[in-house]
Protein backbone atom coordinates (compact mmCIF):
# COMPACT_ATOMS: atom_id res chain seq x y z
CA UNK A 1 0.00 0.00 0.00
CA UNK A 2 1.56 3.51 -0.72
CA UNK A 3 2.72 5.70 1.96
CA UNK A 4 3.70 9.67 3.11
CA UNK A 5 6.54 9.28 5.52
CA UNK A 6 6.00 12.95 7.08
CA UNK A 7 9.94 14.38 8.26
CA UNK A 8 8.70 16.11 11.76
CA UNK A 9 11.87 18.89 12.52
CA UNK A 10 11.79 17.19 16.09
CA UNK A 11 11.11 13.36 16.61
CA UNK A 12 11.29 10.23 14.35
CA UNK A 13 9.85 10.28 10.90
CA UNK A 14 5.97 9.21 11.05
CA UNK A 15 4.15 7.04 8.20
CA UNK A 16 0.68 7.59 7.28
CA UNK A 17 -1.00 4.61 4.89
CA UNK A 18 -2.75 6.02 1.68
CA UNK A 19 -5.48 3.50 1.59
CA UNK A 20 -8.55 5.65 0.99
CA UNK A 21 -10.19 6.97 -2.29
CA UNK A 22 -9.38 10.41 -1.14
CA UNK A 23 -6.95 11.16 1.65
CA UNK A 24 -6.99 14.36 3.03
CA UNK A 25 -4.00 16.67 4.45
CA UNK A 26 -3.83 19.83 6.37
CA UNK A 27 -3.43 21.38 10.04
CA UNK A 28 -7.02 20.36 11.37
CA UNK A 29 -7.24 16.50 13.49
CA UNK A 30 -10.30 15.92 11.16
CA UNK A 31 -7.54 15.39 8.07
CA UNK A 32 -6.17 11.60 7.03
CA UNK A 33 -2.64 13.25 7.34
CA UNK A 34 -2.82 15.97 10.10
CA UNK A 35 0.48 18.15 9.78
CA UNK A 36 0.58 21.04 12.55
CA UNK A 37 3.43 22.87 10.91
CA UNK A 38 3.80 26.38 9.78
CA UNK A 39 2.45 27.03 6.27
CA UNK A 40 0.40 24.47 6.40
CA UNK A 41 -3.65 24.92 5.74
CA UNK A 42 -6.08 23.70 7.74
CA UNK A 43 -7.41 21.55 4.26
CA UNK A 44 -4.02 21.92 2.37
CA UNK A 45 -4.65 19.59 -0.26
CA UNK A 46 -5.55 15.42 -1.20
CA UNK A 47 -4.50 12.73 -2.71
CA UNK A 48 -7.07 10.77 -4.76
CA UNK A 49 -6.68 7.44 -6.18
CA UNK A 50 -8.26 7.36 -9.74
CA UNK A 51 -7.84 3.04 -9.87
CA UNK A 52 -4.69 3.39 -11.61
CA UNK A 53 -2.69 6.40 -10.55
CA UNK A 54 -2.46 8.38 -7.33
CA UNK A 55 -2.53 12.11 -7.90
CA UNK A 56 -2.11 14.98 -5.33
CA UNK A 57 -4.53 18.32 -5.87
CA UNK A 58 -4.75 21.33 -4.01
CA UNK A 59 -7.79 22.14 -1.74
CA UNK A 60 -6.65 25.47 -0.48
CA UNK A 61 -5.99 27.28 -3.57
CA UNK A 62 -3.31 30.15 -1.71
CA UNK A 63 -1.66 27.03 0.03
CA UNK A 64 2.01 26.40 -1.18
CA UNK A 65 2.75 23.19 -2.45
CA UNK A 66 5.90 22.12 -3.94
CA UNK A 67 6.87 18.51 -5.77
CA UNK A 68 10.63 17.73 -5.79
CA UNK A 69 10.78 21.45 -5.48
CA UNK A 70 8.60 23.06 -8.07
CA UNK A 71 5.48 24.45 -7.62
CA UNK A 72 2.46 22.89 -8.67
CA UNK A 73 -1.55 22.33 -8.29
CA UNK A 74 -2.00 18.93 -9.25
CA UNK A 75 0.23 16.35 -10.36
CA UNK A 76 0.59 12.39 -10.41
CA UNK A 77 2.56 10.75 -7.47
CA UNK A 78 5.38 8.11 -8.28
CA UNK A 79 7.72 6.35 -5.83
CA UNK A 80 10.34 8.70 -4.40
CA UNK A 81 8.29 12.33 -4.81
CA UNK A 82 9.27 14.64 -2.02
CA UNK A 83 6.54 16.88 -1.11
CA UNK A 84 6.41 20.25 0.50
CA UNK A 85 3.29 21.76 2.23
CA UNK A 86 3.79 24.99 3.61
CA UNK A 87 6.93 24.01 6.06
CA UNK A 88 6.04 19.89 6.05
CA UNK A 89 8.51 17.92 3.87
CA UNK A 90 7.04 14.73 3.23
CA UNK A 91 8.02 11.63 0.88
CA UNK A 92 5.60 9.36 -1.32
CA UNK A 93 6.68 6.15 -1.91
CA UNK A 94 4.55 2.94 -3.20
CA UNK A 95 5.60 0.38 -0.61
CA UNK A 96 4.16 -0.27 2.91
CA UNK A 97 6.03 1.22 5.98
CA UNK A 98 6.30 -0.78 9.09
CA UNK A 99 4.92 1.64 10.98
CA UNK A 100 1.95 2.03 8.89
CA UNK A 101 -0.19 0.70 11.97
CA UNK A 102 0.61 4.28 13.99
CA UNK A 103 -1.21 6.60 11.11
CA UNK A 104 -2.23 9.31 13.76
CA UNK A 105 -0.30 11.88 13.40
CA UNK A 106 -1.61 13.33 17.05
CA UNK A 107 0.00 10.58 19.24
CA UNK A 108 3.02 11.70 21.13
CA UNK A 109 6.03 10.04 20.61
CA UNK A 110 6.39 8.47 24.10
CA UNK A 111 2.76 6.72 23.14
CA UNK A 112 4.40 5.40 19.51
CA UNK A 113 7.11 3.73 21.55
CA UNK A 114 4.84 1.98 24.05
CA UNK A 115 2.90 0.84 21.14
CA UNK A 116 5.89 -0.44 19.19
CA UNK A 117 6.77 -3.16 22.85
CA UNK A 118 2.44 -4.05 22.77
CA UNK A 119 2.59 -7.23 21.42
CA UNK A 120 -1.48 -7.00 20.07
CA UNK A 121 0.18 -3.45 18.09
CA UNK A 122 2.89 -5.73 16.63
CA UNK A 123 0.42 -8.42 15.37
CA UNK A 124 -1.60 -6.28 14.43
CA UNK A 125 0.53 -4.43 12.27
CA UNK A 126 1.52 -7.32 10.87
CA UNK A 127 -1.67 -8.19 9.48
CA UNK A 128 -1.85 -5.07 8.02
CA UNK A 129 1.32 -5.38 6.51
CA UNK A 130 0.42 -8.60 5.02
CA UNK A 131 -2.54 -7.05 4.16
CA UNK A 132 -0.93 -4.34 2.29
CA UNK A 133 1.15 -6.89 0.61
CA UNK A 134 -1.54 -9.00 -0.41
CA UNK A 135 -3.32 -5.93 -2.24
CA UNK A 136 0.18 -4.72 -3.79
CA UNK A 137 0.11 -8.33 -5.12
CA UNK A 138 -3.31 -8.12 -6.26
CA UNK A 139 -2.99 -4.98 -7.90
CA UNK A 140 0.57 -6.29 -9.71
CA UNK A 141 -1.85 -9.09 -11.04
CA UNK A 142 -5.02 -7.06 -12.05
CA UNK A 143 -2.81 -5.43 -14.33
CA UNK A 144 -2.27 -8.18 -15.98
CA UNK A 145 -5.45 -9.74 -16.04
CA UNK A 146 -7.86 -6.13 -15.92
CA UNK A 147 -8.32 -6.69 -20.32
CA UNK A 148 -9.17 -10.26 -19.66
CA UNK A 149 -12.63 -11.17 -18.10
CA UNK A 150 -14.30 -9.84 -15.69
CA UNK A 151 -15.15 -12.98 -13.70
CA UNK A 152 -10.99 -13.85 -13.88
CA UNK A 153 -10.92 -10.67 -11.89
CA UNK A 154 -13.81 -11.28 -9.19
CA UNK A 155 -12.28 -14.86 -8.37
CA UNK A 156 -8.63 -13.32 -8.13
CA UNK A 157 -9.96 -10.71 -5.68
CA UNK A 158 -11.93 -13.46 -3.84
CA UNK A 159 -9.25 -15.52 -3.51
CA UNK A 160 -6.71 -12.80 -2.07
CA UNK A 161 -9.48 -12.02 0.27
CA UNK A 162 -9.86 -15.46 1.72
CA UNK A 163 -6.46 -16.40 2.39
CA UNK A 164 -5.73 -13.12 4.49
CA UNK A 165 -8.65 -13.06 6.54
CA UNK A 166 -8.26 -16.66 6.92
CA UNK A 167 -11.89 -17.57 5.96
CA UNK A 168 -13.24 -20.52 5.15
CA UNK A 169 -15.13 -19.78 1.89
CA UNK A 170 -16.00 -15.97 0.17
CA UNK A 171 -18.15 -14.51 -2.06
CA UNK A 172 -18.87 -11.69 -4.25
CA UNK A 173 -21.82 -9.80 -5.20
CA UNK A 174 -22.78 -7.35 -7.53
CA UNK A 175 -25.50 -4.36 -7.77
CA UNK A 176 -26.52 -4.87 -11.69
CA UNK A 177 -29.43 -3.43 -13.62
CA UNK A 178 -31.79 -5.57 -14.99
CA UNK A 179 -32.88 -5.33 -18.51
CA UNK A 180 -35.80 -4.43 -19.88
CA UNK A 181 -38.43 -1.28 -20.19
CA UNK A 182 -38.15 -0.78 -16.34
CA UNK A 183 -34.73 -1.53 -15.56
CA UNK A 184 -33.97 -2.14 -11.66
CA UNK A 185 -31.59 -2.55 -9.95
CA UNK A 186 -30.42 -6.50 -8.10
CA UNK A 187 -27.96 -8.32 -5.87
CA UNK A 188 -26.31 -11.26 -7.92
CA UNK A 189 -24.05 -13.66 -6.67
CA UNK A 190 -20.92 -13.13 -9.60
CA UNK A 191 -18.31 -14.82 -7.50
CA UNK A 192 -18.09 -18.10 -4.38
CA UNK A 193 -14.40 -19.62 -3.93
CA UNK A 194 -13.13 -21.52 -0.98
CA UNK A 195 -9.87 -21.54 0.75
CA UNK A 196 -8.48 -24.31 -1.79
CA UNK A 197 -9.26 -21.49 -4.25
CA UNK A 198 -11.96 -23.63 -6.12
CA UNK A 199 -15.39 -22.15 -7.38
CA UNK A 200 -17.78 -23.24 -5.20
CA UNK A 201 -20.04 -24.81 -8.00
CA UNK A 202 -23.65 -24.79 -5.96
CA UNK A 203 -23.12 -21.18 -4.08
CA UNK A 204 -27.08 -20.94 -3.32
CA UNK A 205 -25.93 -21.59 0.47
CA UNK A 206 -23.21 -19.63 0.57
CA UNK A 207 -24.00 -16.46 2.17
CA UNK A 208 -26.09 -15.03 4.90
CA UNK A 209 -29.28 -12.97 3.41
CA UNK A 210 -29.81 -11.07 6.91
CA UNK A 211 -26.18 -10.42 7.10
CA UNK A 212 -25.72 -9.10 3.20
CA UNK A 213 -29.11 -7.00 3.79
CA UNK A 214 -28.02 -5.21 6.70
CA UNK A 215 -24.56 -3.83 4.79
CA UNK A 216 -26.42 -2.63 2.38
CA UNK A 217 -28.91 -0.97 4.17
CA UNK A 218 -26.17 0.82 6.04
CA UNK A 219 -23.19 0.71 3.83
CA UNK A 220 -21.18 0.25 6.49
CA UNK A 221 -18.91 -2.63 7.83
CA UNK A 222 -20.15 -5.19 9.47
CA UNK A 223 -18.28 -8.19 12.08
CA UNK A 224 -20.63 -10.86 13.78
CA UNK A 225 -17.79 -12.94 15.51
CA UNK A 226 -20.86 -15.80 17.02
CA UNK A 227 -23.82 -15.58 14.55
CA UNK A 228 -25.94 -18.48 15.90
CA UNK A 229 -25.48 -16.65 19.36
CA UNK A 230 -25.90 -12.72 18.15
CA UNK A 231 -29.17 -11.48 19.00
CA UNK A 232 -29.50 -9.15 15.88
CA UNK A 233 -28.89 -12.52 13.59
CA UNK A 234 -28.96 -15.75 15.39
CA UNK A 235 -32.68 -16.51 14.45
CA UNK A 236 -32.16 -15.59 11.00
CA UNK A 237 -33.04 -18.86 8.52
CA UNK A 238 -30.14 -18.20 6.79
CA UNK A 239 -27.60 -18.02 9.47
CA UNK A 240 -29.36 -21.25 10.91
CA UNK A 241 -29.25 -23.08 7.90
CA UNK A 242 -25.05 -22.26 7.43
CA UNK A 243 -24.26 -23.26 10.68
CA UNK A 244 -22.20 -20.08 10.67
CA UNK A 245 -20.08 -19.24 13.15
CA UNK A 246 -17.82 -16.05 11.96
CA UNK A 247 -19.23 -13.85 9.46
CA UNK A 248 -17.46 -10.37 7.88
CA UNK A 249 -19.07 -8.29 5.37
CA UNK A 250 -17.95 -5.18 3.92
CA UNK A 251 -19.71 -3.00 0.87
CA UNK A 252 -17.48 -2.25 -2.26
CA UNK A 253 -17.73 1.32 -3.06
CA UNK A 254 -16.27 3.94 -4.96
CA UNK A 255 -16.94 7.65 -5.55
CA UNK A 256 -20.28 6.72 -3.32
CA UNK A 257 -21.71 4.15 -5.81
CA UNK A 258 -22.37 1.00 -4.34
CA UNK A 259 -20.82 -1.81 -6.57
CA UNK A 260 -22.00 -4.45 -4.15
CA UNK A 261 -20.71 -6.63 -1.11
CA UNK A 262 -17.22 -8.23 -0.04
CA UNK A 263 -18.46 -11.51 1.93
CA UNK A 264 -16.37 -14.21 3.84
CA UNK A 265 -17.56 -16.37 6.28
CA UNK A 266 -16.76 -20.00 8.55
CA UNK A 267 -19.15 -22.04 9.80
CA UNK A 268 -16.18 -23.87 12.02
CA UNK A 269 -14.25 -21.45 14.36
CA UNK A 270 -16.36 -18.68 16.32
CA UNK A 271 -14.40 -15.48 16.59
CA UNK A 272 -12.18 -16.12 14.27
CA UNK A 273 -12.66 -12.27 12.99
CA UNK A 274 -11.37 -9.55 14.88
CA UNK A 275 -11.55 -5.67 14.79
CA UNK A 276 -8.60 -5.69 12.91
CA UNK A 277 -9.98 -7.57 10.16
CA UNK A 278 -12.17 -5.98 9.59
CA UNK A 279 -10.79 -3.55 9.52
CA UNK A 280 -7.95 -4.66 6.83
CA UNK A 281 -10.59 -6.02 5.17
CA UNK A 282 -12.28 -2.69 4.80
CA UNK A 283 -9.54 -0.75 3.22
CA UNK A 284 -8.83 -3.83 0.90
CA UNK A 285 -12.42 -2.96 -0.14
CA UNK A 286 -11.62 0.31 -0.55
CA UNK A 287 -8.90 0.05 -3.13
CA UNK A 288 -10.33 -2.89 -4.46
CA UNK A 289 -13.58 -1.12 -5.44
CA UNK A 290 -11.97 1.36 -7.33
CA UNK A 291 -10.29 -1.22 -9.32
CA UNK A 292 -13.07 -2.98 -10.29
CA UNK A 293 -15.16 -0.25 -11.20
CA UNK A 294 -12.68 0.42 -13.81
CA UNK A 295 -12.47 -2.94 -14.56
CA UNK A 296 -16.36 -2.75 -14.97
CA UNK A 297 -16.51 0.09 -17.37
CA UNK A 298 -13.97 -1.65 -19.06
CA UNK A 299 -15.94 -4.64 -19.34
CA UNK A 300 -19.01 -2.90 -20.45
CA UNK A 301 -17.36 -0.59 -22.68
CA UNK A 302 -16.40 -3.65 -24.51
CA UNK A 303 -19.76 -5.55 -24.53
CA UNK A 304 -21.12 -1.83 -26.18
CA UNK A 305 -18.69 -2.54 -28.81
CA UNK A 306 -19.56 -5.82 -29.72
CA UNK A 307 -23.11 -5.29 -29.22
CA UNK A 308 -22.81 -1.67 -31.41
CA UNK A 309 -20.60 -3.87 -34.12
CA UNK A 310 -23.89 -6.12 -34.13
CA UNK A 311 -26.09 -3.53 -35.04
CA UNK A 312 -23.86 -1.80 -37.45
CA UNK A 313 -23.84 -5.13 -38.98
CA UNK A 314 -27.38 -4.36 -40.52
CA UNK A 315 -27.78 -0.54 -39.95
CA UNK A 316 -24.55 0.38 -42.35
CA UNK A 317 -24.71 0.74 -45.69
CA UNK A 318 -21.04 1.63 -46.74
CA UNK A 319 -19.90 4.15 -44.28
CA UNK A 320 -23.64 5.76 -44.12
CA UNK A 321 -25.79 4.80 -40.96
CA UNK A 322 -28.92 4.32 -40.39
CA UNK A 323 -32.32 2.33 -40.54
CA UNK A 324 -34.97 4.94 -40.04
CA UNK A 325 -37.66 4.06 -43.06
CA UNK A 326 -36.53 7.48 -44.51
CA UNK A 327 -33.37 6.27 -44.63
CA UNK A 328 -33.91 2.81 -46.49
CA UNK A 329 -35.82 4.51 -48.63
CA UNK A 330 -32.19 6.78 -49.53
CA UNK A 331 -30.56 3.64 -49.41
CA UNK A 332 -32.58 2.01 -52.21
CA UNK A 333 -32.94 4.66 -54.37
CA UNK A 334 -29.07 5.34 -54.00
CA UNK A 335 -28.42 1.66 -54.74
CA UNK A 336 -30.94 2.16 -58.08
CA UNK A 337 -28.90 5.32 -59.03
CA UNK A 338 -25.48 4.56 -58.22
CA UNK A 339 -24.54 2.14 -61.22
CA UNK A 340 -25.91 4.42 -63.88
CA UNK A 341 -24.29 7.85 -65.28
CA UNK A 342 -27.43 9.83 -64.76
CA UNK A 343 -26.57 13.30 -62.68
CA UNK A 344 -27.91 13.09 -59.06
CA UNK A 345 -28.61 16.18 -56.81
CA UNK A 346 -28.73 15.71 -52.78
CA UNK A 347 -30.66 17.90 -50.71
CA UNK A 348 -31.52 18.63 -46.94
CA UNK A 349 -30.38 20.62 -43.99
CA UNK A 350 -26.70 21.09 -43.46
CA UNK A 351 -24.98 18.45 -41.79
CA UNK A 352 -26.75 15.83 -42.61
CA UNK A 353 -23.86 14.16 -44.51
CA UNK A 354 -24.80 15.13 -48.25
CA UNK A 355 -21.04 14.58 -49.31
CA UNK A 356 -21.17 11.02 -47.32
CA UNK A 357 -24.07 9.87 -50.04
CA UNK A 358 -21.87 11.18 -53.28
CA UNK A 359 -19.35 9.57 -52.44
CA UNK A 360 -21.24 6.15 -51.64
CA UNK A 361 -22.39 6.95 -55.00
CA UNK A 362 -18.90 7.16 -56.25
CA UNK A 363 -17.86 3.79 -54.54
CA UNK A 364 -20.99 1.74 -55.95
CA UNK A 365 -20.99 2.89 -59.75
CA UNK A 366 -18.59 1.50 -62.56
CA UNK A 367 -16.13 5.20 -62.11
CA UNK A 368 -15.29 3.42 -58.62
CA UNK A 369 -11.45 3.34 -59.77
CA UNK A 370 -11.38 7.00 -61.43
CA UNK A 371 -10.97 9.97 -59.36
CA UNK A 372 -13.40 11.55 -56.80
CA UNK A 373 -13.07 15.40 -56.75
CA UNK A 374 -14.98 17.52 -54.54
CA UNK A 375 -15.69 21.38 -54.70
CA UNK A 376 -18.00 23.46 -52.22
CA UNK A 377 -19.25 26.22 -54.44
CA UNK A 378 -19.95 28.43 -51.69
CA UNK A 379 -16.43 28.47 -50.25
CA UNK A 380 -14.98 29.97 -53.15
CA UNK A 381 -14.66 33.83 -54.31
CA UNK A 382 -16.54 34.60 -57.08
CA UNK A 383 -14.09 36.06 -58.99
CA UNK A 384 -11.90 32.77 -58.89
CA UNK A 385 -14.82 30.08 -58.95
CA UNK A 386 -14.62 30.00 -62.58
CA UNK A 387 -10.78 29.35 -62.55
CA UNK A 388 -11.30 26.83 -60.07
CA UNK A 389 -14.25 24.97 -61.95
CA UNK A 390 -12.50 24.70 -65.45
CA UNK A 391 -8.85 25.98 -65.36
CA UNK A 392 -7.34 28.70 -66.78
CA UNK A 393 -3.92 29.34 -68.83
CA UNK A 394 -0.85 30.90 -68.25
CA UNK A 395 -1.50 35.01 -68.42
CA UNK A 396 -5.59 34.66 -68.21
CA UNK A 397 -5.26 37.46 -64.88
CA UNK A 398 -3.01 38.43 -62.25
CA UNK A 399 -1.26 35.91 -60.66
CA UNK A 400 -2.03 33.46 -63.46
CA UNK A 401 1.68 32.70 -63.77
CA UNK A 402 0.98 28.89 -65.24
CA UNK A 403 -1.74 27.32 -67.20
CA UNK A 404 -3.63 24.33 -64.06
CA UNK A 405 -6.47 22.88 -64.91
CA UNK A 406 -9.29 23.27 -63.34
CA UNK A 407 -11.55 20.59 -60.95
CA UNK A 408 -13.77 19.24 -64.13
CA UNK A 409 -10.40 17.88 -65.92
CA UNK A 410 -9.21 16.86 -62.31
CA UNK A 411 -12.13 14.64 -62.03
CA UNK A 412 -11.73 13.35 -65.31
CA UNK A 413 -13.14 9.42 -65.67
CA UNK A 414 -14.24 9.51 -62.39
CA UNK A 415 -17.23 11.87 -59.93
CA UNK A 416 -17.66 15.56 -59.98
CA UNK A 417 -19.02 16.56 -56.45
CA UNK A 418 -20.78 20.57 -56.77
CA UNK A 419 -21.10 20.84 -53.08
CA UNK A 420 -23.72 23.86 -52.13
CA UNK A 421 -24.64 24.17 -56.15
CA UNK A 422 -27.10 27.16 -55.05
CA UNK A 423 -24.47 29.47 -53.79
CA UNK A 424 -23.27 29.04 -57.49
CA UNK A 425 -22.94 32.51 -59.16
CA UNK A 426 -25.26 33.44 -62.20
CA UNK A 427 -23.12 33.67 -64.89
CA UNK A 428 -21.56 30.56 -63.82
CA UNK A 429 -24.49 28.23 -63.85
CA UNK A 430 -24.81 29.55 -67.76
CA UNK A 431 -21.16 28.46 -68.61
CA UNK A 432 -22.43 25.06 -66.26
CA UNK A 433 -25.34 24.27 -68.43
CA UNK A 434 -23.04 24.11 -71.09
CA UNK A 435 -20.12 21.97 -69.68
CA UNK A 436 -22.87 19.61 -68.72
CA UNK A 437 -24.52 19.36 -71.78
CA UNK A 438 -22.01 19.19 -74.37
CA UNK A 439 -19.27 17.92 -71.77
CA UNK A 440 -16.88 19.75 -73.24
CA UNK A 441 -15.32 22.56 -71.06
CA UNK A 442 -12.99 26.13 -71.85
CA UNK A 443 -10.21 27.25 -69.71
CA UNK A 444 -10.42 30.75 -68.36
CA UNK A 445 -8.62 32.70 -70.98
CA UNK A 446 -8.54 29.79 -73.58
CA UNK A 447 -10.71 29.09 -76.94
CA UNK A 448 -9.37 25.95 -77.39
CA UNK A 449 -12.66 23.05 -76.08
CA UNK A 450 -11.31 20.26 -74.00
CA UNK A 451 -13.86 16.64 -73.50
CA UNK A 452 -14.52 15.80 -70.08
CA UNK A 453 -15.94 12.23 -68.89
CA UNK A 454 -17.33 12.76 -65.88
CA UNK A 455 -20.55 11.81 -63.83
CA UNK A 456 -21.72 15.13 -62.17
CA UNK A 457 -23.15 15.03 -58.34
CA UNK A 458 -24.55 18.45 -56.97
CA UNK A 459 -25.83 19.24 -53.29
CA UNK A 460 -27.60 21.92 -51.78
CA UNK A 461 -29.08 23.07 -48.42
CA UNK A 462 -31.05 25.68 -50.37
CA UNK A 463 -34.95 25.32 -51.63
CA UNK A 464 -33.80 25.74 -55.36
CA UNK A 465 -37.62 25.69 -56.52
CA UNK A 466 -37.86 28.92 -54.50
CA UNK A 467 -34.28 30.00 -55.51
CA UNK A 468 -35.77 29.65 -59.51
CA UNK A 469 -39.10 31.80 -58.46
CA UNK A 470 -36.15 34.69 -56.99
CA UNK A 471 -34.72 34.19 -60.50
CA UNK A 472 -31.39 33.54 -58.46
CA UNK A 473 -31.09 29.67 -59.78
CA UNK A 474 -31.40 29.22 -63.74
CA UNK A 475 -34.22 26.58 -64.31
CA UNK A 476 -32.37 25.13 -67.13
CA UNK A 477 -29.08 24.17 -64.80
CA UNK A 478 -31.81 22.32 -61.96
CA UNK A 479 -33.40 20.18 -64.78
CA UNK A 480 -29.73 19.05 -65.77
CA UNK A 481 -28.81 18.83 -62.26
CA UNK A 482 -31.91 17.12 -60.60
CA UNK A 483 -32.71 13.88 -63.03
CA UNK A 484 -32.73 12.25 -59.65
CA UNK A 485 -33.23 13.48 -56.36
CA UNK A 486 -31.97 12.34 -53.46
CA UNK A 487 -33.49 13.88 -49.93
CA UNK A 488 -31.64 13.15 -46.76
CA UNK A 489 -33.67 14.09 -43.28
CA UNK A 490 -32.54 15.78 -40.55
CA UNK A 491 -31.19 14.04 -38.00
CA UNK A 492 -34.38 15.11 -35.38
CA UNK A 493 -36.59 13.30 -37.63
CA UNK A 494 -34.28 9.76 -37.37
CA UNK A 495 -35.70 8.12 -34.44
CA UNK A 496 -33.09 5.53 -32.70
CA UNK A 497 -30.70 6.51 -35.79
CA UNK A 498 -29.59 9.31 -33.04
CA UNK A 499 -28.26 6.65 -31.11
CA UNK A 500 -26.61 4.50 -32.85
CA UNK A 501 -24.62 7.19 -34.71
CA UNK A 502 -23.93 9.29 -31.45
CA UNK A 503 -22.60 5.89 -30.06
CA UNK A 504 -20.71 5.34 -33.24
CA UNK A 505 -18.80 8.71 -33.57
CA UNK A 506 -17.89 8.27 -29.77
CA UNK A 507 -16.29 4.59 -30.49
CA UNK A 508 -14.23 6.20 -33.17
CA UNK A 509 -13.27 9.89 -31.22
CA UNK A 510 -12.28 8.36 -27.89
CA UNK A 511 -10.07 5.86 -29.60
CA UNK A 512 -8.20 8.50 -32.03
CA UNK A 513 -8.24 10.70 -28.64
CA UNK A 514 -6.96 7.84 -26.31
CA UNK A 515 -10.20 9.21 -23.80
CA UNK A 516 -11.02 7.37 -20.98
CA UNK A 517 -14.82 8.04 -21.24
CA UNK A 518 -16.39 4.96 -21.60
CA UNK A 519 -20.30 5.79 -23.03
CA UNK A 520 -22.93 7.89 -22.41
CA UNK A 521 -25.04 8.16 -19.18
CA UNK A 522 -28.82 7.38 -20.01
CA UNK A 523 -29.54 10.83 -19.31
CA UNK A 524 -27.70 11.85 -21.99
CA UNK A 525 -28.89 9.53 -24.49
CA UNK A 526 -32.30 10.79 -23.55
CA UNK A 527 -30.92 14.88 -24.18
CA UNK A 528 -29.66 13.24 -27.44
CA UNK A 529 -33.19 12.41 -28.49
CA UNK A 530 -35.23 15.37 -27.99
CA UNK A 531 -32.26 17.79 -28.87
CA UNK A 532 -33.57 19.65 -32.51
CA UNK A 533 -30.23 19.48 -33.58
CA UNK A 534 -30.50 22.32 -35.91
CA UNK A 535 -27.28 21.38 -37.23
CA UNK A 536 -27.58 17.84 -37.32
CA UNK A 537 -24.80 15.03 -37.82
CA UNK A 538 -22.01 17.97 -37.92
CA UNK A 539 -23.15 19.50 -35.22
CA UNK A 540 -23.53 16.33 -32.86
CA UNK A 541 -19.93 14.95 -34.02
CA UNK A 542 -18.62 18.71 -32.64
CA UNK A 543 -20.01 18.39 -29.38
CA UNK A 544 -18.97 14.86 -28.85
CA UNK A 545 -15.15 15.90 -29.94
CA UNK A 546 -15.44 18.56 -27.59
CA UNK A 547 -16.98 16.56 -24.38
CA UNK A 548 -14.31 13.83 -25.04
CA UNK A 549 -11.87 16.97 -24.43
CA UNK A 550 -13.29 18.53 -21.19
CA UNK A 551 -15.27 15.32 -19.72
CA UNK A 552 -13.61 14.17 -16.45
CA UNK A 553 -16.49 11.56 -15.78
CA UNK A 554 -16.32 7.89 -17.32
CA UNK A 555 -19.81 9.00 -18.83
CA UNK A 556 -20.58 12.00 -21.18
CA UNK A 557 -23.55 13.76 -19.12
CA UNK A 558 -26.04 16.13 -20.60
CA UNK A 559 -24.26 19.43 -19.35
CA UNK A 560 -21.04 18.06 -21.27
CA UNK A 561 -22.97 18.18 -25.08
CA UNK A 562 -24.47 21.41 -23.86
CA UNK A 563 -27.79 19.33 -23.51
CA UNK A 564 -29.19 21.00 -19.97
CA UNK A 565 -32.81 21.49 -19.91
CA UNK A 566 -33.28 24.91 -21.45
CA UNK A 567 -31.27 23.19 -24.49
CA UNK A 568 -34.50 20.81 -25.06
CA UNK A 569 -37.73 21.90 -27.15
CA UNK A 570 -40.81 21.25 -24.34
CA UNK A 571 -43.07 18.47 -25.24
CA UNK A 572 -46.33 20.74 -26.16
CA UNK A 573 -50.01 19.51 -25.21
CA UNK A 574 -51.30 17.68 -28.24
CA UNK A 575 -53.84 20.72 -28.93
CA UNK A 576 -51.07 23.61 -28.96
CA UNK A 577 -48.78 20.86 -31.22
CA UNK A 578 -51.38 20.98 -33.45
CA UNK A 579 -52.08 24.44 -33.06
CA UNK A 580 -48.03 25.09 -33.65
CA UNK A 581 -48.28 22.55 -36.98
CA UNK A 582 -51.70 24.58 -38.61
CA UNK A 583 -49.95 28.04 -38.60
CA UNK A 584 -46.48 27.03 -39.77
CA UNK A 585 -48.22 24.83 -42.37
CA UNK A 586 -50.56 28.50 -43.29
CA UNK A 587 -47.68 30.29 -43.66
CA UNK A 588 -45.65 27.91 -45.98
CA UNK A 589 -48.56 27.62 -48.52
CA UNK A 590 -49.01 31.58 -47.93
CA UNK A 591 -45.21 31.71 -49.14
CA UNK A 592 -45.86 29.47 -52.03
CA UNK A 593 -48.89 31.58 -53.55
CA UNK A 594 -46.63 34.53 -53.47
CA UNK A 595 -48.80 35.68 -50.66
CA UNK A 596 -51.74 35.80 -52.06
CA UNK A 597 -54.60 34.98 -49.23
CA UNK A 598 -57.10 34.03 -51.98
CA UNK A 599 -55.26 31.25 -53.63
CA UNK A 600 -53.63 30.26 -50.06
CA UNK A 601 -57.25 29.77 -48.97
CA UNK A 602 -58.50 28.58 -51.99
CA UNK A 603 -55.81 25.57 -51.55
CA UNK A 604 -56.41 24.86 -47.78
CA UNK A 605 -60.19 24.94 -48.17
CA UNK A 606 -60.78 27.21 -45.83
CA UNK A 607 -62.63 31.03 -45.24
CA UNK A 608 -59.71 33.82 -45.97
CA UNK A 609 -60.27 35.40 -43.07
CA UNK A 610 -58.38 32.45 -41.18
CA UNK A 611 -55.72 33.40 -43.24
CA UNK A 612 -56.05 36.95 -42.19
CA UNK A 613 -56.24 35.31 -38.55
CA UNK A 614 -53.15 33.41 -38.85
CA UNK A 615 -50.96 36.40 -40.12
CA UNK A 616 -51.77 38.51 -37.27
CA UNK A 617 -50.79 35.86 -35.17
CA UNK A 618 -47.48 36.36 -36.84
CA UNK A 619 -47.35 39.66 -35.83
CA UNK A 620 -47.58 39.28 -32.39
CA UNK A 621 -51.67 39.93 -32.37
CA UNK A 622 -54.30 37.77 -30.94
CA UNK A 623 -54.05 34.13 -31.77
CA UNK A 624 -55.91 32.38 -34.51
CA UNK A 625 -59.24 30.71 -33.66
CA UNK A 626 -63.04 30.47 -34.35
CA UNK A 627 -65.16 28.19 -36.47
CA UNK A 628 -63.17 28.40 -39.89
CA UNK A 629 -59.55 28.24 -38.02
CA UNK A 630 -58.70 24.40 -38.23
Known amino acids: MPTLRWFP ?45 FNLEEIDRHADIAINGKKKRRARLVHGDRLTLGEA ?14 HASQRDHDTERDHATDPDVHIAGGSEL ?42 LLLVEESSGPEATRALSLRAARDVKKETITDATGTVSDSVVRRVLETRRPLIVSDALADTSFGKSQSVVALNLSSVMCVPLLAQNELLGVLYVGSGKVKGLFEKHALDLMTIFAGQASLILQNAMLLSSL ?73 INCGAIPENLIEAELFGHVKGAFTGAIASRPGKFQAANGGTLFLDEIGELPLNLQVKLIRALQERVIYRVGDSKPEKVDIRVVAATNRN ?17 LNVVNIFLPPLRERGDDMHIIAKTLLSKYAEEMNSKVAGFAPATLTAIRKYPWPGNIRQLENRIKKA ?35 RKYVLEALERNNGNRTQTARDLGVDPR ?19 GS
Open 89 to 102: ELAFSMFAEATVAQ
Open 548 to 582: LVLCDKSLIQPEDLDLGPEATSPILPLEKAKEEFQ
Open 9 to 53: RQGPPRAFAVYKAVTTLGRTLGNDVSLEVPGVAEHHAQVVFDGRD
Open 302 to 374: RADKEKLSKELSDKRFGDIIGSCPSMMEVFKKLQKVAGTDISVLITGETGTGKELIARELHRRSPRVNGPFVS
Open 464 to 480: LDEEIKRGAFREALYYR
Open 610 to 628: TIFRYLEAERGATPPGGED
Open 130 to 171: AGVRKLHEFSERLMVHAKGNIDELLNLMLDAIVELTGGERGA
